[in-house]
């Protein structure tokens, strides 16, 4: 065999093996996501409507909006410039829901705000976060301070309202910007976002496979 052929057969073998090295796994790590904002979630006497609602985000790289100018709630109210977003990028997850000129009556009381919103944020290398910003909300016809403390609470006469309501999960946070709750008749979120981001750890590939012989040099 002449040294120009054992020479191709060679450049040939290492090709192989090269390509074989790419196409082996590398260390995989797996991330997993969640998130989800509407502007209002409702249920009343056992009727449910979302209005301007995201649904849940599917991977690692999605992004959701939902938007509605005006809108009546069931038959409580309406609301007006609802919408909402959730995103999820290399580094976080992030979302929000805002909406306008809130106006809702339920067992006897009356529920108004000039402007609601809610945002959650959940980072990768970091600690999960939430604020709602609430305007002109007025119970009944009084008008209410908003401390921006978490999960403020305004007794009604069979029920109550919190303002800034926030509940921890195991990977982030979920913020209601205002909730209406009714016993027995009527449950109202205005302005709900939730964010949270976990890693599923990583797994280690098995040992490389050894080099292919080099054809005509043994």
Known sequence: ?????????ALAAFALAGAALLAWPAVAAAQTVSGAASAVQATVFGTSTVLAGTGPLVDALDAREASDMASSILWLGGA???HATAISSVDEVASEASLADLGVG???NYVSAAFVMASALAPIDGSPAGMSEIDGLAINGVPVYVTGEPNQTVWLLGGRVIINEQT???TGTTV???HVIADGIADLVFGSASAGVSSG???TPPPLPPPPPLPGLF
């Open 106 to 108: 339920v067992a006897g």
């Open 201 to 203: 750890g990583s797994t």
């Open 168 to 170: 921890p999960t195991s």
């Open 80 to 82: 007006d410039v609802l």
């Open 1 to 9: 065999m002449s040294q120009r052929i054992r020479h191709i057969r």
């Open 176 to 178: 209601n910007a205002l």
